[in-house]
Every structure is written in C-alpha cells, then in structure tokens.
C-alpha cells in the first residue's frame, strides 16, 4: 500500500508541473528554443526535489525552488517580455497557494480532521485532499485552454503595476500558507480566520484579473483604431494618387495619338504608302482597358479600373452597374467602395478558377446612395464564420476593411446589411445622399 502512497505522490508533483506548463502555455507563444526535452528535464528535477523529505529540503525552500524552475521553464520555451512572466508566475502560485489554503481549511473546519492527517504522506484522506486540490486547478487549467485568450498589448507600466498587485497578494497568501501549516494546529481559530482571508484574496485577485483584461481591451481597440485610421488615410491617398496616374495616363495617349496623326501627315506627303497604313491601323485599333468607361464620374472611374486590373490578373469576372453624379467627390465614399471591393476580390480570388464572379452596383437617387457588392461562393461564409472573424495570423492587423466600412456608414448615418442569396455574399450599404 505504501507503494500506492507513493505513486500517488509523485504524480501530484507531477501533475503541478504539467498543470504550470499548460498555463504558460496558454498565456504565451513558444519560442524557437521550445523543446519538449527541456520541458522533461526541468520536470524530473522538480519531482525529484519534491520527493526529498523535509528534513533535507523544508517545503518553503522547496517553494522556492520550484519556482525557480518555473521561471526557467518560461525563458528557456516561451516568447514573451521578463516582467509578464514573473507576473503569470506569482499569479500561477497565487492561485495554487489559496486554492491550497481554501480547501484544507474546509477539511479541517469540520473538527473531526487535523492537519497532519492531511500533510502526513500514507493516509487515505491524503489522497482525497490531493484528489480535490488537482481536481480544482484541472477545472481551472480546462478553463483557461478552452475559453480564454492573452494578447501582447499590454504595455510595460500596465505589466509592472500588474506584477505589484499580484506580488504582493503573493506574499498574503504565502504568509497565510505558513500561518495554516505552523500556528493554526496550536490555535484552531486561526483556520476560520485564514479561510475568511483566502476568500478575500480569490476575490482580490480575480477582481485584478478582471481590471487587467478591461485595460489589454481597450488597448487593443486603440491600436485597432489606430491601424483602423492610418489605413483610411493611406486608402485616400491611394485613391487620389489613382486618379492622377489614370488622368496622366489618358492625356499621354492623347497626346500620342495626335503625334502619330502628325507622322501620319507628314509620311502621306512623302508617299511613304505602308508607314501611313501601319499608323492608320495603329490609331484604329480597339481601345484597350484603361479607355473604358465605366462611369462618368471620373474619381470612381479611376478606382474601378484600377480593380478591373486585378480581378483580370486573378481571372475574376468583374460585372459593374453606376449611376454615380459625375461630380460625386466624396472620399470617405470612395475608401468605403474600395474596401468592398478589395473584399470582395480576395474573397473570390480563393474560389475555384470557375467560381470567380464579382457584381457590383451603385444607385443614386435623390435621398440615397446604393452600393451593393456581391461575390460568388462555394459554401456558406455566415454558417462557419458568423462574426465574420479574420482568420490571418495576428488577426487583429487584419479584418480592418468590414470594420472601415462599418465605420463609416455608421459615420453618414447610413444602413449596412450583410446576407446571402443564390451562392452569393452580399453587402450592401445604403448611405443618405
């Protein structure tokens, strides 16, 4: 049976370590140093330490130790900056330690229990104390790995402050541990007193977890907000630098064609009969892309050639509907267009080469502005991807184009709906005119 106690044991030490690894896991990237083998070593010597009797290595040493350890762990296998992880450290052993402290004292506010029955290795209700305490911080470790994510937002005075507040509930809570261990069998009171105390530190402590995930938000919002403008700006500028080169493009091939009119002439006198044909044919040639005209509203123009270009290059089939005011020049507008479009294009640009068809259509009326974009798809977007989420690694630079054109029809005031029909994604955006 002392075999059984034994085993038992170690797969506790065991299991800290699995459940320390899992968290760290949780709160940070690996690194390129990440080594399973690593993780194995650090293991083993904390097992090994922790099966020392306490003769050899009190257990508050052995504390210690293991967090030592710890930190190696997160250095030597984990991104991440020094003060977020001795922050996830003392957290880690914050929670362990109350959670410790919350269920002996519930063991032995019964009377019928004592604290050596519970720290003496070889008994029964031992097994049920370790059983509990692991059971606890699986449920916890489960909680963490599946409903809950950590970004790198958080800037360095947020992590100090951070690391502060949980040192010192660290310190409570190790004190508390020392009171429970060593004074508390001499004066039972004290287990109500440290029970009262645990309970305020879980509620301390998530209170502090609560309030740092409320500050790495709304620091992500800014920076999304950030990159969010910076975004609109560079399209403004991208629009307009747009309808310089597709006007300068256009008087350069009018001037062109006036030259070879010009050598037209001048060949005819000299009866130079072949060279005359050859630039004959030349200017009668069919007009290539960046001659059609798609609307008569010259900015929109320029922005719809420029994406005709692409969807040729991604074998999109690109079918437009305008009736735009010629002298419509609202550039807020036209980023708005552009990010439905460049969405629409890397959307379809995924889809099978026979599968690739884009409609667009804007209507002016007297009170609104209609602008619908639809793009073919194999399967549903909405059904596997409601919140319509970036997929890309470091999604939170991405995704920006729904939210620009979120932005701005919420800015004019306007409607956005986004639905499916007949195998297609639609969006469509009704702005007052």
């Given amino acids: 049976m002392s075999l059984l106690f034994n085993l038992f044991e170690i797969a506790a030490l065991i299991l800290t370590y699995v459940f320390f690894c899992l968290v760290a896991n949780t709160f940070f990237q690996k690194s390129q140093r990440y080594h399973v083998t690593y993780l194995i070593f650090f293991g083993t010597v904390e097992v090994i330490l922790g099966l020392l009797p306490p003769t050899l290595l009190p257990n508050t040493i052995f504390s210690l130790l293991s967090m030592l350890l710890s930190l190696l762990v997160l250095l030597c296998c984990f991104d991440g900056t020094l003060w977020k992880k001795l922050t996830m450290l003392i957290l880690f ?15 032995l506010l ?4 004592t604290a050596s029955m519970l720290f003496t290795k070889g008994s029964y209700l031992r097994l049920l104390y370790l059983f509990v305490i692991y059971m606890t911080e699986f449920a916890i470790v489960y909680y963490l790995n599946h409903f809950h994510t950590f970004s790198n937002v958080l800037t360095q005075k947020s992590l100090w402050i951070s690391f502060l ?7 409570v809570a190790f004190l508390l541990h020392i009171i429970l261990v060593s004074f508390a069998p001499k004066l039972p009171y004290l287990y109500g007193i440290c029970l009262s105390i645990a309970l305020c530190l879980i509620a301390t402590t998530l209170m502090g977890l609560y309030l740092l995930k409320a500050q790495e938000q709304e620091q992500e919002n800014s920076i999304e907000m950030a990159l969010l403008k910076l975004q609109l700006q560079q399209q403004k500028e991208l629009i307009l630098e747009s309808e310089e080169h597709y006007q300068q493009s256009r008087i350069l091939k009018h001037d062109i064609k006036h030259l070879l009119l010009n050598y037209r002439i001048l060949l005819a006198e000299g009866k130079q009969q072949q060279v005359m044909d050859n630039i004959t044919e030349f200017i ?4 290539s892309s960046s001659d059609i005209i798609y609307t008569d509203n010259q900015l929109l123009n320029a922005l719809l050639h420029a994406k005709q270009q692409r969807c040729l290059k991604e074998n999109i089939i690109f079918e437009q509907h305008i009736v735009l005011d010629p002298l419509y020049d609202n550039i807020q507008v036209m980023i708005l267009i552009l990010n ?12 099978p080469a026979g599968n690739r068809l884009i409609r667009f259509e804007i209507i002016q009326t007297e009170q609104n502005i209609s602008i619908v974009s639809q793009n073919r798809i194999s399967s549903s977007v909405l059904e596997h991807n409601p919140d319509l989420l970036s997929k890309k690694p470091h999604s939170h630079e991405h995704g920006l184009g729904l939210k620009s054109i979120s932005l701005l029809t919420e800015q004019y005031h306007g409607m956005l709906d986004i639905y499916e029909e007949q195998n297609l994604f639609c969006v469509h955006v009704l702005l007052p005119y």
């Fill in 340 to 351: 439905l479009l460049d969405n629409a294009i890397e959307a379809s640009s995924k889809e």
């Fill in 165 to 171: 507040f949980f040192f010192c509930d660290f310190i």
């Fill in 284 to 287: 009668s040639d069919a007009p």
């Fill in 110 to 113: 019964s009377g019928h229990t």
């Fill in 93 to 107: 052993n914050i929670v362990d330690l109350l959670i410790s402290n919350i269920i002996t004292n519930l063991f």
